[in-house]
Every structure is written in C-alpha cells, then in structure tokens.
C-alpha cells in the first residue's frame, strides 16, 4: 500500500491514519474473503444490505469527514489512500466509496455550514439583546429589530430542523427522535404572534419610512451608515447596491428576509469584536452572503403571478 500519510492524529482507537489504514485494510480483506460474492454483483442487483453493513461496519466514510464536523479526515491525502486501499481489495468496494463520498461530503457540509451559522447568528441576536432589553429601557423604538429578531430566528430554527432530519435519515420520522419533533415543535413559532411573512413585510415598510426621511432609494447607501447595520453593510456592498421604489408585497417579504439577514450578522460582528470564535464569524459571512444575494436576486427577477380559478379546465396529463 502506498500514500500513506500521518495526520489522522488523535483517533481515540487507532492514534493515526497508517494505524487505521492498516486496520481498515486487514478487516476488509476478512470480509470480501468472507464473502467473495462481492464482486459477481452487478450494478442492477446491487451489493447485498447486509454485505453493505459489514463494509460500512468499518466506518470508512469518516476519513472524508473533517473532524470539525464529527469525522477523522477531510485530508485529499487520506481519501485517496483510502480508495486506493479498498480498490487494491475490490474494484466494486473502491468505486463504491468513490462515488459515495463525492456525493455525500458537499451536501453535508454545505448543511452543516448552515446550521452553525444559524448558531453564530442566534448567539449575535442574543447578545444584542442582552444588552438592550432591561427592564429600565424603553424598547418602543426598537419594533424593526423586534420583529426581524422574531421572523429570522423562527426561520432559523425551522431550516435547522429539516436539515438535521435530512442529515438523520430515516429514524428522524420515529416518534421518540428528536429530528423529527424538532420539525414539528418549531413550526408553530414561524406563526406565532404574526405570520413570519408579514413580519419581513412589517420590517420592509419600517426601514423604506427611514428611507424616505432622508431621501434615500439606494438600499447600500442606507443601510451602510444605519446604526444596526454598518458593521455589516460592507460585506454585501455588491449585491444590495439595489434601489428600493415601488416594491410588491412579495418583494417586501424579500426585503425583509435580506434586513433581517444584515442585522443578525451585524449583531454577531459585534460580538465577534468582544472575543467570539473568529472561525464561526468568518463562516457566518460567507453563507449569509449567499443568502442574502439569493433574496436579492428573487426581488429582482420578481414578477406579479396571478390564479386561476378554474385551475382544473385542460390540466388533466391523462388527455395529454
């Protein structure tokens, strides 16, 4: 076996990647020996579910995993020394782990990005609270952070239980798992003291008031200098350079969406100036980033769909 590398340190089994290597290839080769039938399966009948527990039994899918998010690698290195091996003991085995991780790693770290993220933006709403709802303050004027503190935490937790079920599996539908009750338990709080829709809406109509005391349409322009959002403006100078005239209902609720994404984010710069992780931080303003230039691209492309009444009249696929 060739390519081995010496970073997988710390594994609480195995001490190393040439120590878990080694193994992974002693055990594999015991079961293919076991049961050699392995390689007559063709890609129609596939690899029998009980061959496939044995081989996923060796847990090698934790070497494509960082082990910031639960696994022992995410080093190029090892994964191809880890394909190499399962290729050298079985063609089939090999191209399974291949395709398998490929398709498997992004996904999961593209969730699991997310939901620390959420993490990140909760922790700076909460800060942000802690230090401007006593008792002794009069909170009157503090309804637009009110009302995109509720809209976009209740969103957040919504988003992060359906991607812990989706990361779950199945078992997340059992009654007794907490993935699935996560999806349920949360879901009223998007309704709750006002629809989440029209709260995003409620913070739109707030900021264009500001907006139009001063004159102002450019949303950048605003909102760099706005006292909740000028830490965080700069990092979207690109995609928020819009102007705000005449916006729809749902174009609103859009709007809303991307304040609110500014000012959770603006909290958390805040915060991350106080000594929180530098890493959350960082992670935090690459996907609201993202976010945010997703809802900006649906209030630009946005147009008025209407219904139909009679919906059923010639939409029946069957007379097609």
């Avoid at 020394?81 to 999961?108: K, Q, R, W």
């Amino acid at each position: 076996m060739k390519g081995t590398v010496t970073n997988f340190n710390n594994h609480p089994k195995y001490g190393n990647f040439s120590n878990y290597i080694n193994q992974y290839q002693s055990d594999l080769r015991e079961v293919l020996i076991t049961h050699n039938e392995i390689e007559t399966h063709n890609h129609i009948q596939g690899i029998s579910p009980y061959l496939l527990r044995k081989v996923h039994g060796l847990t090698p899918l934790s070497v494509f995993i960082p082990k910031e998010y639960g696994g022992w690698g995410g080093n190029p290195k090892e994964c191809l020394t880890l394909l190499e091996t399962a290729s050298y003991e079985s063609i089939a085995v090999g191209l399974m782990f291949g395709i398998n991780g490929a398709l498997f790693i992004d996904p999961v770290h593209h969730r699991l990005a997310e939901i620390q993220t959420f993490f990140t933006l909760t922790s700076g709403l909460c800060h942000f609270a802690s230090l401007n709802t006593s008792f002794r303050t009069n909170l009157s004027r503090l309804g637009l952070q009110a009302n995109a503190m509720k809209a976009i935490l209740t969103d957040m937790m919504q988003e992060a239980a359906q991607s812990l079920l989706q990361l779950v599996g199945a078992k997340g539908f059992r009654r007794d798992h907490f993935a699935g009750r996560a999806i349920v338990d949360c879901r009223p709080f998007q309704i709750f003291e006002g629809s989440n829709d029209v709260m995003y809406s409620q913070v739109s109509d707030m900021l264009i008031k500001e907006m139009v005391k001063i004159r102002e349409t450019n949303l950048f322009k605003f909102l760099k200098s706005y006292k909740d959002a000028e830490l965080a403006a700069p990092e979207f100078k690109e995609s928020i350079n819009i102007s705000i005239v005449n916006l729809s209902q749902r174009q609103k609720v859009l709007l809303g969406k991307v304040i609110s994404h500014i000012l959770a984010l603006n909290h958390s710069l805040k915060m991350g100036n106080s000594g929180f992780s530098t890493d959350l931080i960082n992670q935090a303003i690459q996907m609201t980033k993202h976010r945010v230039a997703s809802f900006v691209a649906g209030i630009k492309i946005y147009t008025s769909m209407g219904v139909f009444e009679d919906y059923q009249l010639g939409a029946d696929w069957k007379k097609c």
